[in-house]
């Protein structure tokens, strides 16, 4: 993976600190006592993290045929946050 974020041009502790906020984040949506508003900038942050992920792609000649990949993780994302506006309503 970190050759590959070399290949497009980030630096190498750029692995690190993504892994370390997606982390964060899951943890946020996952977790139901974490406080709504922090679960919003989650899926928000994941949501712009995965469009800019597939715009890298398609703009890196090497790594074009990936695109489809961050795409389905925004579909992933967009089912889980309906799911999760509709179960707090029924609360």
């Not at 984040?25 to 469009?51: D, T």
């Not at 090497?62 to 506006?85: C, E, K, M, R, T």
Request: net charge positive; proline share 5%.
């Amino acid at each position: 993976m970190v050759a590959n974020l070399r290949t497009m041009g980030y630096p190498e502790h750029f692995a690190g600190m993504l892994t370390f906020w997606k982390v964060l984040g899951v943890l946020a949506i996952a977790i139901p006592q974490v406080p709504a508003r922090f679960k919003e900038w989650a899926y928000g942050c994941f949501f712009v993290e995965f469009l800019c992920a597939a715009y890298v792609l398609f703009v890196t000649p090497d790594f074009s045929n990936q695109v489809a990949f961050p795409l389905v993780f925004v579909a992933i994302l967009a089912g889980s946050y309906y799911y999760y506006h509709k179960l707090k309503a029924a609360n």
